[in-house]
């Protein structure tokens, strides 16, 4: 069995030594690093910058708004429409309504009666 071995490890052996004699080890130049690491970084580059861009979409989103209600928070002394909407509704009392605001009347009795 230990024969078996030996000749398999001598084959494979043989066969790391030829595909190593073929190909040949590839030399690290001092810039591998830096390029491999540009080279990721490239194909980050457009993922990196959207994330970016929406953080700073929604920034300023939430700025926006606080600065909208705290406008909104501080009272008015000159204007003109101090009433609510619902005190607006209410103090508009037309009798220029149009007749589709108004009740329906349905007569029931000109209707043919149901068969059950």
């Not at 491999?36 to 194909?43: D, G, K, V």
């Amino acid at each position: 069995m230990n024969s078996m071995r030996g000749g398999d490890e001598e084959r494979l052996d043989a066969l790391f030594r030829a595909y190593h004699d073929a190909c040949g080890s590839p030399e690290a130049s001092p810039n591998f690093m830096p390029n491999l690491w540009a080279r990721i970084e490239s194909r980050q580059r457009f993922s990196f910058s959207f994330h970016r861009m929406a953080t700073a979409m929604a920034t300023a989103a939430v700025a926006l708004s606080l600065a909208l209600g705290v406008y909104m928070a501080i009272p008015r002394a000159s204007s003109d429409y101090s009433q609510t909407y619902v005190e607006a509704l209410a103090a508009y009392n037309s009798v220029d309504a149009p007749d589709i605001v108004g009740p329906v009347q349905m007569d029931l009795s000109d209707q043919p009666a149901q068969v059950k």
